[in-house]
């Protein structure tokens, strides 16, 4: 449950009493749920941790805005459970686009069903060569008298296969470079649009390819206006950059309440591993660097829900430290349980294998360096 005492000068009271209940809600309800072995269970089990987050109201920070309630969700469902961390996170990434550009009447279509978990959204930005440099995106929208025709292929995309609306980026003008980028919105049964097969990854997480051959939308699919669509991912990455953070938090915060039940109860040596010095300064450091991370989290969250227009340079620290710190918790946690730690069936494997995509996804450590560095220097 995420610890609202040392990030209290971020919040508004509300977020302390969402906070204690979305922890409840995680422990309750989400961590309770078996595991997801294989990806074809992990797909099934996306679907009803969506039903269950709209059910109960859990997506609706991400309708308000309200960046800091993000943050406390993505912490709470990262503790609990990394792949439902990823559903939430996926129906904010869908819906970000849509919030903060689309036109009315496509706000009146799609939002009420994405809020009630009943549409299942995805953000298709990736392709094989526009992975860190999106202007390379070589998918196309030609524009004719009756709207727009895709062609293209998409890799790397979150719920690809399940999603019921997808997100999707392609330029109008390749000329242009990222000026020449829009963005669609793409329903799952439109003609010229299919599922291309699933990337399997190491934890649970729906993740495929999708093609584009003659995929024909109308013009009013369009989200913002035609060359907008670069400008328009960005905004909602840089928004939920925190988010990714805040998840990163969670994980180590549940890497750390493994090791310390661990080194409590076991014995070697004569005693507790937990009077062992060099056991204790891996228990230190994480709750240090897990402190350092939340601060920086909520930090960015706040600044945007207190109206400051970009928060690059705030949500790439945040993304950049809490991710590497999530890594090092968690590798952290392994150690100290020693050989069960290792084992297929361990929470800390399991976070061993979700955690490791979380530097890459939304930006990679890297890119955040440089936006950071680009922020100093301009
Ligand atoms: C689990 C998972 C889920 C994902 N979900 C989605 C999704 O839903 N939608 C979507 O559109 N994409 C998604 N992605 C794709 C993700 O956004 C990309 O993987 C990411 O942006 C990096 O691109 P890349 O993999 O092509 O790596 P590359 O861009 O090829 O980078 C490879 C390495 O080179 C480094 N590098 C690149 N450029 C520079 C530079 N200028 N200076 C220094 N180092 C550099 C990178 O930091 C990295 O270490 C997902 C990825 C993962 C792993």
Redesign the pocket.
């Known amino acids: 449950m995420p610890d609202t005492r040392l990030i209290r000068a971020f919040l508004e009271p509300r977020h302390a009493a969402f906070a204690g209940q979305a922890g409840e809600f995680a422990e309750r309800e989400i961590a309770s749920r078996p595991h997801a072995g294989d990806d074809t269970t992990a797909r099934r089990e996306a679907r009803a941790i969506l039903a269950k987050l709209g059910g109960g109201g859990w997506l609706r920070p991400i309708f308000d805005l309200d960046l800091r309630a993000c943050c406390l969700m993505r912490e709470a469902l990262g503790e609990a459970s990394p792949l439902a961390d990823a559903v939430f996170a996926?129906q904010g990434?869908g819906t970000t686009p849509i919030l903060l550009g689309g036109s009315a009447e496509q706000k009146e279509r799609w939002l009420g069903p994405i809020a009630a978990g009943e549409v299942m959204t995805?953000?298709?930005?990736?392709e094989s060569e526009a992975?860190?440099?999106v202007s390379g995106i070589a998918t196309t929208a030609r524009r004719d008298e009756q709207g727009y025709v895709l062609n293209g292929a998409?890799t790397?995309?979150?719920?690809a296969g399940i999603a019921d609306l997808y997100v999707v980026f392609a330029s109008t003008d390749r000329s242009k470079g990222s000026k020449g980028i829009s963005c669609f919105l793409v329903p799952r049964d439109t003609p010229g649009f299919r599922f291309a097969g699933a990337q399997v990854?190491s934890a649970p997480?729906p993740?495929g390819e999708l093609a584009f051959e003659g995929c024909r939308v109308p013009a009013d699919a369009m989200l913002g206006a035609e060359g907008r669509g670069y400008g328009l991912g960005l905004a909602a990455l840089d928004r939920l950059r925190p988010t990714v953070a805040a998840a990163a938090c969670g994980m180590a915060a549940r890497a750390l309440a493994e090791s310390l039940a661990h080194v409590k109860r076991r014995h070697q040596f004569g005693k507790p591993l937990a009077h062992f010095q060099l056991v204790q300064q891996k228990l230190a450091r994480t709750a240090t660097d897990l402190a350092a991370a939340r601060l920086l989290t909520y930090r960015a969250a706040y600044e945007k829900d207190q109206g400051q227009e970009r928060i690059t340079a705030e949500a790439a620290m945040a993304k950049s430290f809490a991710t590497e710190m999530a890594q090092r918790a968690v590798d952290d946690a392994v150690q100290l349980i020693g050989g069960r730690g290792v084992l297929a069936d361990h929470p800390v494997d399991h976070l061993y294998r979700a955690v490791r995509?979380l530097r890459?996804?939304?930006?990679?450590?890297?890119?955040q360096q440089?936006i950071i560095a680009g922020d100093l220097l301009k």
């Open positions: 996926l990434l995805a953000f298709a930005m990736t992975g860190s440099d998409k790397l995309i979150s719920n990854m997480h993740l995509a890459i996804y939304e930006g990679t450590t890297e890119i440089l």
